[in-house]
């Protein structure tokens, strides 16, 4: 079990860019087979998820924000990066990071989520 804690700014003006670090402890962000992501909760609604950094690096995103996201690692700090530019009110929510793996048995395969940050709040308003 690794512990992932999130970190950056409450609040935020429209226009401005978004920068969330993850900072994971008690395991590696380059471990195989491992993908760390992001994702956010606005309020009233569900999780929506935003986009991932692989243990190799590899990198994806939701269609809906990928032409203002941006996910990046710092594998020195054993931490990764959310980049989210021209934010709106739309953008408040509770983000979180967490680490996702691919889960094999009898019954099939599929993603899984073992580890969670506690989230932190993102309000956008002017």
């Known amino acids: 079990q690794v512990q992932l804690q999130e970190s950056g700014p409450g609040l935020m003006k429209p226009s401005q860019k978004l920068a969330l670090t993850c900072s994971v402890s008690?395991?590696?962000?380059?471990?195989?087979?491992?993908?760390w992501d992001w994702i956010r909760q606005p309020p009233g609604k569900g999780l929506e998820w935003m986009g991932t950094v692989a243990w190799s690096d590899t990198t994806y995103y939701s269609p809906s924000l990928k032409s203002r996201t941006s996910i990046s690692r710092d594998t020195s700090k054993n931490q990764f990066t959310l980049q989210l530019s021209s934010v709106t009110p739309e953008d408040t929510a509770v983000y979180y990071c967490?680490?996702?793996?691919?889960?094999?048995?009898?019954?099939?395969?599929?993603?899984?989520?073992?580890?969670w940050g506690q989230g932190t709040q993102v309000t956008v308003s002017s």
């Open positions: 967490a680490r996702r793996y691919y889960y094999c048995s009898g019954s099939g395969c599929q993603y899984k989520y073992d580890d």
């Open positions: 008690g395991g590696s962000i380059t471990t195989d087979y491992y993908w």
